[in-house]
C-alpha cells in the first residue's frame, strides 16, 4: 500500500503559479489512479484533477480548466498540480489521494490520502 506526502504549498498573490508534489512511498505506484482535492474551511472536501494509472487520462474540476495540469512519473512515484493564475477562492489545503480504480473523480473513491499541504492565495 502506498503512503502519500505533498509539498509546494504556500501563500503566494493572485496571478501567481504553484506547483504542488506528491511523493508516494511504497510499492506498485503505477496501479493506481491519483487525484488532488482541495478543502477550504468550512466545506466539503472537493476533487480539482485526476489521472490515469499510465497517465494518459485526465480530468478537471469544471472552474479550474486551463489553469491547471496534473502529471505523473511513475518511475519516480511522483504526481504533480501545476497551478496558474491562481486565485484568492483557490485557498485551501490541497490532498494528494490514490484510488483502485484507474480514473475517478469521486472522492469516496479514493482510499489513501497524504496530510495535505497548504496554499493560500492573497488577493
Known amino acids: 500500500q502506498v503512503q502519500l506526502v505533498e509539498s509546494g504549498g504556500g501563500l503566494v498573490q493572485a496571478g501567481d503559479s504553484l506547483r504542488l508534489s506528491c511523493e508516494a512511498s511504497?510499492?506498485?505506484?503505477?496501479?493506481?489512479?491519483m487525484g488532488w482535492f482541495r478543502q477550504a474551511p468550512g466545506t466539503e472536501r472537493e476533487f480539482v484533477a485526476a489521472?490515469?494509472?499510465?497517465?494518459?487520462?485526465?480530468y478537471y474540476l469544471e472552474s479550474m480548466k486551463g489553469r491547471v495540469t496534473i502529471s505523473r512519473d511513475n518511475a519516480k512515484n511522483t504526481v504533480t498540480l501545476q497551478m496558474n493564475s491562481l486565485k484568492p477562492e483557490d485557498t485551501a489545503v490541497y490532498y494528494c489521494?490514490?484510488?483502485?480504480?484507474?480514473?475517478?473523480?469521486?472522492?469516496?473513491?479514493?482510499?489513501?490520502w497524504g496530510p495535505g499541504t497548504q496554499v493560500t492565495v492573497s488577493s
Open positions: 511504497g510499492q506498485m505506484f503505477s496501479r493506481y489512479g
Open positions: 489521494a490514490s484510488t483502485y480504480f484507474d480514473f475517478s473523480s469521486t472522492t469516496s473513491q479514493y482510499l489513501i
Open positions: 489521472i490515469s494509472r499510465s497517465g494518459d487520462r485526465n
